[in-house]
């Protein structure tokens, strides 16, 4: 049990550290001073919620004498009993990543950033909502706290779909090239990996088909709104919560690694 | 940018806490009222500093001329008598 809980915990840890730093590749380029804060608060929040879990995570694997008991590997640097949430963040590999492939895709332009951020936030949301109720107090300490966060999310990457999708001419249509690439991806948010059946079967975790139909009224809600067509099913992309990765996952550890890489323990 | 594809300027008053006066906490620009709160929720609450937040669109701010200063304000400056610490007030008036 404790290996599943470890990897679900590393599971949300990394949903909130690759999205945080995929956003946080905005500070500086927002298109407006205003929203490059804006968005630059919510890749802050993400990240502080990926903290909280890596903590929490390294607090598990340290206890759990972490050999043997996770199929993630842990830094070879690191002793036993003394993993951190930094080594957890900088030093595993992509395969050991557990975050949905939604969360690693390219910025692009402003409009998939912000689909990326609302189709998140709408299963995030939810998530964190039933997350709060779970069995795992730690677990749902950090949920209740973030949940409150998350709905700002929610709220914010709405209307900018609606605004976009709404807008001129050019902004629908570069809203509907975000959802062209970008829908592949969202069937993996609400599709269980074997560690999520055994959190969910231990009341930890929400069983996630039951947020899929809240998850798609939202989606629906916000569309219809912003005058765009909901896609028909279509075949969906999996295997980045079970560490099987797109491309972009690599760029974005190329950069977001590289300082502790090349001077291990760094600090400033 | 030219000026017609700017983001309308906003005045951002917030207030600290509840019972205190909205205060004047600066401006932002947005492209309407609602993101305009938003924006003042990212851009001036983020560390605590309200529990309410008001826009109003700069343009419809009419403020006083500063060449019209000395007729505005000069005149007062000789009229102590409009304070009530002017007057002497008798030892019998209690509570004041």
Redesign the interface.
């Known amino acids: 049990m404790t290996a599943a809980l470890i990897q679900y915990t590393l599971h949300l840890a990394d949903d909130s550290l690759i999205l945080g730093h995929r956003n946080s590749e905005w500070t500086g380029h927002g298109p407006?001073?205003?929203?490059d804060?804006?968005l630059s608060?919510i890749a802050l929040d993400l990240i502080g919620q990926a903290r909280n879990f890596y903590q929490y995570a390294a607090t598990l694997i340290n206890a759990s004498g972490h050999t043997g008991l996770i199929d993630v590997s842990v830094p070879a640097s690191s002793a036993p009993g003394q993993v951190t949430e930094d080594q957890l963040a900088y030093l595993r590999d992509g395969w050991d990543f557990r975050n949905c492939l939604l969360v690693e895709q390219g910025n692009g332009d402003w409009a998939r950033t912000i689909l990326r951020q609302f189709f998140f936030s709408a299963y995030q949301t939810a998530l964190y909502e039933q997350l709060a109720q779970g069995r795992d107090k730690t677990l749902a300490a950090i949920a209740a706290k973030s949940h409150k966060e998350g709905i700002y999310h929610l709220?914010?990457s709405s209307?900018w779909v609606i605004?976009l999708g709404d807008g001129t001419e050019e902004s629908h249509t570069r809203m509907t090239n975000a959802l062209d690439e970008l829908w592949k991806f969202t069937g993996e948010l609400h599709a269980t990996a074997p560690y999520e059946q055994e959190t969910a079967a231990k009341g930890i975790s929400p069983d996630l088909s039951t947020l899929r139909p809240p998850w798609e009224e939202k989606v629906k809600e916000v569309f219809d709104e912003a005058g765009i067509s909901y896609p028909p099913p279509i075949w969906m992309q999996t295997g980045g919560k079970e560490g099987r990765h797109t491309e972009q996952l690599g760029y974005v550890l190329a950069e977001m690694q590289f300082l502790q890489r090349a001077y291990p323990g760094c600090e400033w | 940018m030219a000026a017609e594809h700017q983001?309308p300027l906003w005045e951002v008053f917030i207030r600290s806490k509840q019972g205190l006066d909205h205060k004047h906490a600066g401006s932002?620009?947005?492209?309407d009222a609602?993101?305009a709160i938003?924006?003042a929720r990212?851009?001036y609450t983020?560390r605590m500093e309200g529990v309410s937040i008001w826009v109003v669109e700069s343009k419809y701010i009419h403020a006083s001329s500063p060449d019209d200063a000395t007729a505005f304000y000069e005149p007062a400056n000789d009229k102590v008598y409009r304070h009530p610490t002017f007057y002497d007030l008798p030892d019998q008036l209690k509570h004041m």
């Open positions: 407006i001073l205003e929203q804060i804006a608060n709220r914010w209307e605004r | 983001w932002l620009h947005a492209a609602q993101m938003e924006n990212d851009v983020r």
